[in-house]
Protein backbone atom coordinates (compact mmCIF):
# COMPACT_ATOMS: atom_id res chain seq x y z
CA UNK A 1 0.00 0.00 0.00
CA UNK A 2 1.53 3.79 -1.17
CA UNK A 3 2.00 5.84 2.18
CA UNK A 4 -0.72 8.11 -0.15
CA UNK A 5 -3.12 5.66 0.28
CA UNK A 6 -2.29 4.89 4.00
CA UNK A 7 -2.43 8.35 4.73
CA UNK A 8 -5.85 8.73 2.94
CA UNK A 9 -7.04 5.58 4.73
CA UNK A 10 -5.67 6.61 8.05
CA UNK A 11 -7.45 10.36 7.92
CA UNK A 12 -10.69 8.37 6.83
CA UNK A 13 -11.71 6.05 9.30
CA UNK A 14 -10.18 8.11 12.53
CA UNK A 15 -11.96 11.29 11.03
CA UNK A 16 -15.94 9.08 10.94
CA UNK A 17 -14.96 7.98 14.57
CA UNK A 18 -13.78 11.05 16.48
CA UNK A 19 -16.30 13.11 15.15
CA UNK A 20 -18.81 9.99 15.85
CA UNK A 21 -18.29 10.74 19.14
CA UNK A 22 -17.75 14.49 19.02
CA UNK A 23 -21.59 14.32 17.60
CA UNK A 24 -22.70 12.15 20.93
CA UNK A 25 -22.66 15.54 22.89
CA UNK A 26 -24.04 17.42 20.58
CA UNK A 27 -20.70 19.17 18.90
CA UNK A 28 -19.76 19.98 15.49
CA UNK A 29 -15.95 20.36 15.93
CA UNK A 30 -14.05 16.97 16.57
CA UNK A 31 -11.06 17.71 19.10
CA UNK A 32 -7.67 15.58 20.17
CA UNK A 33 -9.84 13.66 22.83
CA UNK A 34 -12.20 12.74 20.51
CA UNK A 35 -9.06 11.58 17.95
CA UNK A 36 -8.23 9.62 21.21
CA UNK A 37 -11.27 7.90 21.76
CA UNK A 38 -11.45 6.94 17.82
CA UNK A 39 -7.72 5.66 18.45
CA UNK A 40 -9.29 3.64 21.24
CA UNK A 41 -11.54 1.84 18.63
CA UNK A 42 -9.14 1.93 15.67
CA UNK A 43 -8.20 -1.61 14.36
CA UNK A 44 -4.72 -1.26 13.77
CA UNK A 45 -1.82 -1.79 15.83
CA UNK A 46 -2.50 1.60 17.83
CA UNK A 47 -5.88 0.75 18.64
CA UNK A 48 -4.50 -2.77 20.05
CA UNK A 49 -1.82 -1.14 21.91
CA UNK A 50 -4.73 1.29 23.81
CA UNK A 51 -6.57 -1.72 24.40
CA UNK A 52 -4.11 -4.21 25.15
CA UNK A 53 -3.07 -1.55 28.01
CA UNK A 54 -6.70 -1.84 29.44
CA UNK A 55 -8.03 1.24 28.10
CA UNK A 56 -11.47 0.36 26.54
CA UNK A 57 -13.68 2.85 24.84
CA UNK A 58 -16.27 3.25 28.05
CA UNK A 59 -12.88 3.89 30.70
CA UNK A 60 -11.65 6.14 27.91
CA UNK A 61 -15.10 8.22 27.37
CA UNK A 62 -15.31 8.08 31.28
CA UNK A 63 -11.67 9.78 31.65
CA UNK A 64 -12.29 12.62 28.64
CA UNK A 65 -15.55 13.16 31.11
CA UNK A 66 -13.40 13.75 33.81
CA UNK A 67 -10.33 15.89 32.38
CA UNK A 68 -13.00 18.17 31.08
CA UNK A 69 -14.63 18.61 34.69
CA UNK A 70 -11.13 19.00 36.00
CA UNK A 71 -10.39 21.71 33.62
CA UNK A 72 -13.07 23.69 34.44
CA UNK A 73 -12.97 23.40 37.95
CA UNK A 74 -8.81 24.45 37.75
CA UNK A 75 -10.53 27.88 36.65
CA UNK A 76 -13.19 28.23 39.10
CA UNK A 77 -16.24 27.23 36.97
CA UNK A 78 -19.04 24.53 38.51
CA UNK A 79 -21.29 23.62 35.39
CA UNK A 80 -22.63 19.75 34.48
CA UNK A 81 -21.87 19.01 31.35
CA UNK A 82 -25.11 17.33 29.20
CA UNK A 83 -25.43 13.93 29.47
CA UNK A 84 -23.96 11.96 26.14
CA UNK A 85 -26.37 10.45 23.37
CA UNK A 86 -26.66 8.55 20.72
CA UNK A 87 -23.89 8.99 17.81
CA UNK A 88 -25.95 11.05 15.27
CA UNK A 89 -23.30 11.66 12.69
CA UNK A 90 -24.68 10.49 9.85
CA UNK A 91 -28.03 12.24 10.26
CA UNK A 92 -26.31 15.27 10.73
CA UNK A 93 -23.51 17.51 8.89
CA UNK A 94 -21.20 20.26 9.60
CA UNK A 95 -18.43 18.75 11.32
CA UNK A 96 -14.64 19.61 10.86
CA UNK A 97 -11.69 19.27 13.20
CA UNK A 98 -10.61 21.72 15.80
CA UNK A 99 -6.87 23.06 13.89
CA UNK A 100 -4.77 21.13 16.29
CA UNK A 101 -6.08 18.20 15.64
CA UNK A 102 -6.10 18.32 11.92
CA UNK A 103 -2.68 19.61 12.30
CA UNK A 104 -1.73 16.83 14.28
CA UNK A 105 -3.09 14.49 11.83
CA UNK A 106 -0.90 16.25 9.09
CA UNK A 107 2.54 15.76 11.18
CA UNK A 108 1.65 12.14 11.62
CA UNK A 109 2.74 11.71 8.04
CA UNK A 110 5.33 14.46 7.51
CA UNK A 111 8.69 13.05 6.05
CA UNK A 112 9.67 10.20 7.48
CA UNK A 113 6.45 9.57 9.27
CA UNK A 114 4.43 6.91 8.27
CA UNK A 115 0.75 8.65 8.57
CA UNK A 116 -1.03 5.75 9.78
CA UNK A 117 -2.88 5.41 13.15
CA UNK A 118 -0.01 3.98 15.13
CA UNK A 119 2.25 7.60 13.80
CA UNK A 120 -1.52 9.77 14.70
CA UNK A 121 -0.95 7.63 18.46
CA UNK A 122 2.68 8.70 18.63
CA UNK A 123 1.96 12.43 17.90
CA UNK A 124 -1.25 12.13 19.76
CA UNK A 125 0.46 11.58 23.55
CA UNK A 126 3.44 13.96 23.17
CA UNK A 127 0.74 16.92 21.97
CA UNK A 128 2.01 20.02 24.46
CA UNK A 129 -1.35 20.72 26.34
CA UNK A 130 -0.73 17.64 27.57
CA UNK A 131 -4.40 16.96 27.80
CA UNK A 132 -3.91 13.71 26.84
CA UNK A 133 -1.35 12.42 29.10
CA UNK A 134 -3.81 13.82 31.51
CA UNK A 135 -6.04 11.33 30.41
CA UNK A 136 -3.72 8.53 30.36
CA UNK A 137 -3.04 8.90 34.13
CA UNK A 138 -6.82 8.87 34.64
CA UNK A 139 -6.53 5.93 33.40
CA UNK A 140 -3.78 4.47 35.33
CA UNK A 141 -0.74 4.69 32.72
CA UNK A 142 1.78 6.90 31.03
CA UNK A 143 2.59 7.80 27.35
CA UNK A 144 5.62 5.94 28.33
CA UNK A 145 3.67 3.09 29.12
CA UNK A 146 1.66 3.50 25.99
CA UNK A 147 4.40 3.90 23.78
CA UNK A 148 6.44 0.87 25.16
CA UNK A 149 3.47 -0.97 24.48
CA UNK A 150 3.00 0.24 20.71
CA UNK A 151 6.68 -0.96 20.00
CA UNK A 152 6.22 -4.47 21.89
CA UNK A 153 5.63 -7.26 19.22
CA UNK A 154 1.64 -7.72 18.36
CA UNK A 155 0.97 -10.28 20.10
CA UNK A 156 -2.32 -9.28 19.99
CA UNK A 157 -2.77 -9.70 16.18
CA UNK A 158 -6.40 -11.49 16.39
CA UNK A 159 -6.66 -14.52 14.07
CA UNK A 160 -9.20 -13.63 11.97
CA UNK A 161 -10.71 -16.67 9.85
CA UNK A 162 -9.37 -15.47 6.73
CA UNK A 163 -11.19 -13.67 4.31
CA UNK A 164 -12.88 -15.27 1.69
CA UNK A 165 -9.87 -15.25 -0.85
CA UNK A 166 -10.63 -13.80 -4.87
CA UNK A 167 -12.17 -16.47 -6.79
CA UNK A 168 -11.78 -16.53 -10.48
CA UNK A 169 -14.20 -14.73 -12.73
CA UNK A 170 -15.27 -12.60 -9.55
CA UNK A 171 -14.61 -8.82 -8.47
CA UNK A 172 -13.50 -8.55 -4.79
CA UNK A 173 -12.74 -6.09 -2.09
CA UNK A 174 -11.99 -6.41 1.38
CA UNK A 175 -11.59 -4.19 4.82
CA UNK A 176 -11.47 -4.91 8.69
CA UNK A 177 -12.99 -3.04 11.55
CA UNK A 178 -13.06 -3.00 15.32
CA UNK A 179 -16.46 -3.68 17.41
CA UNK A 180 -16.34 -2.82 21.02
CA UNK A 181 -18.45 -5.88 21.61
CA UNK A 182 -17.48 -9.78 22.72
CA UNK A 183 -17.93 -11.98 19.24
CA UNK A 184 -21.11 -13.76 20.10
CA UNK A 185 -23.05 -10.24 20.75
CA UNK A 186 -21.45 -9.11 17.32
CA UNK A 187 -22.47 -12.67 15.46
CA UNK A 188 -26.21 -12.58 16.81
CA UNK A 189 -26.17 -8.76 15.21
CA UNK A 190 -24.83 -10.22 12.10
CA UNK A 191 -27.14 -13.01 11.69
CA UNK A 192 -30.32 -11.37 12.62
CA UNK A 193 -32.31 -10.22 9.32
CA UNK A 194 -33.98 -7.09 10.52
CA UNK A 195 -30.49 -5.34 11.55
CA UNK A 196 -29.59 -5.46 7.49
CA UNK A 197 -30.68 -2.23 6.70
CA UNK A 198 -28.28 -0.72 9.57
CA UNK A 199 -25.56 -1.75 7.96
CA UNK A 200 -26.53 -2.24 4.45
CA UNK A 201 -27.08 0.77 3.14
CA UNK A 202 -28.46 -0.08 -0.37
CA UNK A 203 -31.36 -1.67 1.73
CA UNK A 204 -34.06 0.59 3.47
CA UNK A 205 -36.86 -2.36 4.98
CA UNK A 206 -36.93 -5.98 4.62
CA UNK A 207 -40.62 -7.66 4.52
CA UNK A 208 -41.12 -11.05 6.60
CA UNK A 209 -37.98 -9.53 8.77
CA UNK A 210 -39.13 -11.27 11.47
CA UNK A 211 -39.02 -14.81 10.29
CA UNK A 212 -36.32 -17.47 11.47
CA UNK A 213 -33.02 -16.86 10.42
CA UNK A 214 -32.02 -19.77 8.72
CA UNK A 215 -29.66 -20.78 5.83
CA UNK A 216 -31.06 -20.59 2.26
CA UNK A 217 -33.70 -18.36 3.88
CA UNK A 218 -34.91 -15.61 1.37
CA UNK A 219 -36.31 -12.07 2.51
CA UNK A 220 -37.46 -9.80 0.07
CA UNK A 221 -35.93 -6.01 0.75
CA UNK A 222 -36.64 -2.34 -0.24
CA UNK A 223 -34.69 0.50 -1.27
CA UNK A 224 -33.74 2.99 0.73
CA UNK A 225 -36.57 6.20 0.11
CA UNK A 226 -34.28 8.06 2.40
CA UNK A 227 -30.59 9.27 3.70
CA UNK A 228 -30.25 9.24 7.69
CA UNK A 229 -30.01 13.03 7.08
CA UNK A 230 -33.36 12.64 5.25
CA UNK A 231 -32.96 14.01 2.13
CA UNK A 232 -34.78 11.80 -0.14
CA UNK A 233 -33.27 9.36 -3.01
CA UNK A 234 -33.55 8.97 -6.20
CA UNK A 235 -34.23 5.11 -6.92
CA UNK A 236 -34.79 3.46 -10.62
CA UNK A 237 -38.05 1.10 -10.40
CA UNK A 238 -35.75 -2.00 -11.44
CA UNK A 239 -33.22 -1.20 -8.63
CA UNK A 240 -35.94 -0.99 -5.72
CA UNK A 241 -36.04 -4.75 -4.59
CA UNK A 242 -34.05 -6.97 -3.46
CA UNK A 243 -33.83 -10.42 -3.06
CA UNK A 244 -31.40 -11.65 0.47
CA UNK A 245 -30.71 -14.97 1.04
CA UNK A 246 -28.43 -16.35 3.66
CA UNK A 247 -26.35 -17.92 2.20
CA UNK A 248 -23.51 -20.05 5.36
CA UNK A 249 -24.04 -19.12 8.96
CA UNK A 250 -21.14 -20.75 11.03
CA UNK A 251 -21.51 -18.82 14.33
CA UNK A 252 -19.78 -17.14 15.81
CA UNK A 253 -17.17 -17.13 13.13
CA UNK A 254 -18.43 -16.90 9.65
CA UNK A 255 -21.71 -15.63 8.20
CA UNK A 256 -22.41 -14.78 4.64
CA UNK A 257 -25.24 -12.86 3.00
CA UNK A 258 -26.11 -12.79 -1.04
CA UNK A 259 -28.36 -9.58 -2.03
CA UNK A 260 -29.65 -9.26 -5.71
CA UNK A 261 -32.16 -7.30 -7.87
CA UNK A 262 -34.51 -9.49 -8.91
CA UNK A 263 -36.19 -6.67 -11.15
CA UNK A 264 -32.95 -6.41 -13.19
CA UNK A 265 -31.69 -10.01 -14.07
CA UNK A 266 -28.18 -8.56 -15.90
CA UNK A 267 -27.16 -7.18 -12.57
CA UNK A 268 -25.24 -9.33 -10.63
CA UNK A 269 -25.56 -10.72 -6.81
CA UNK A 270 -23.00 -9.44 -4.47
CA UNK A 271 -21.71 -11.64 -1.72
CA UNK A 272 -21.44 -10.11 2.04
CA UNK A 273 -18.77 -12.50 3.97
CA UNK A 274 -18.18 -11.81 7.76
CA UNK A 275 -15.56 -13.17 9.35
CA UNK A 276 -15.31 -12.58 12.88
CA UNK A 277 -12.47 -13.32 15.48
CA UNK A 278 -11.86 -12.51 19.43
CA UNK A 279 -9.56 -9.95 20.01
CA UNK A 280 -8.51 -7.96 23.23
CA UNK A 281 -11.41 -5.27 24.04
CA UNK A 282 -13.57 -7.26 21.31
CA UNK A 283 -14.30 -8.61 18.06
CA UNK A 284 -12.04 -7.88 14.76
CA UNK A 285 -14.58 -8.49 12.00
CA UNK A 286 -13.24 -9.27 8.32
CA UNK A 287 -15.96 -7.72 5.84
CA UNK A 288 -15.36 -8.91 1.75
CA UNK A 289 -17.86 -8.45 -0.77
CA UNK A 290 -17.35 -10.36 -4.15
CA UNK A 291 -19.72 -10.72 -7.40
CA UNK A 292 -19.24 -12.07 -10.54
CA UNK A 293 -17.12 -10.15 -13.42
CA UNK A 294 -18.78 -9.40 -17.27
CA UNK A 295 -18.19 -11.06 -19.96
CA UNK A 296 -17.40 -10.51 -23.38
CA UNK A 297 -17.43 -7.29 -24.77
CA UNK A 298 -18.95 -5.56 -21.44
CA UNK A 299 -15.79 -6.94 -19.37
CA UNK A 300 -13.60 -5.22 -21.74
CA UNK A 301 -15.47 -1.97 -21.72
CA UNK A 302 -15.58 -1.82 -17.86
CA UNK A 303 -11.49 -1.95 -17.48
CA UNK A 304 -11.27 1.62 -17.66
CA UNK A 305 -13.63 2.30 -14.91
CA UNK A 306 -11.89 -0.51 -12.72
CA UNK A 307 -10.22 2.49 -10.79
CA UNK A 308 -13.16 4.20 -9.79
CA UNK A 309 -14.76 0.52 -8.86
CA UNK A 310 -12.33 -0.36 -6.36
CA UNK A 311 -12.85 2.68 -4.47
CA UNK A 312 -16.72 2.30 -4.47
CA UNK A 313 -16.08 -1.08 -3.54
CA UNK A 314 -13.86 0.26 -0.66
CA UNK A 315 -16.29 3.36 0.20
CA UNK A 316 -19.22 0.76 1.20
CA UNK A 317 -16.93 -1.53 2.86
CA UNK A 318 -15.70 1.21 5.26
CA UNK A 319 -19.60 2.52 5.25
CA UNK A 320 -20.80 -1.55 6.27
CA UNK A 321 -17.74 -1.73 8.68
CA UNK A 322 -18.51 1.49 10.37
CA UNK A 323 -22.69 1.07 10.72
CA UNK A 324 -21.44 -2.38 12.69
CA UNK A 325 -19.44 -0.62 14.97
CA UNK A 326 -21.28 1.94 15.21
CA UNK A 327 -24.16 -0.43 16.69
CA UNK A 328 -22.45 -1.05 19.72
CA UNK A 329 -21.32 2.37 20.68
Do not use: C
Amino acid sequence: MSKFVRVAQTSQSLSLAAMEEASRLGLRTADIEHLFLALVINDKAAGRALRDIGIDLDAARRAVEEQHAAQLASLGIEASFPEAGRIVFQETDGYEWSKRASDLIARSADKDKAGDAAAVLRELVAEPSGMIADILERLGTTPAALLAQLDAPDSSTPATTPAAAAMRGRISGSTETFVPAPIARVWDYLAEPTNIPHWEMSVGSIENARQDAAVSGVWTGFARERRPDGKPVKVKPKFRRRRIELVAAHGPERIAWSFAYPDAPRSNPALYEFSLAHTSGGTQVSITTSWSRRTGWRRVAGLPLRPIQKFIVWITLFQTGGAISRAFR
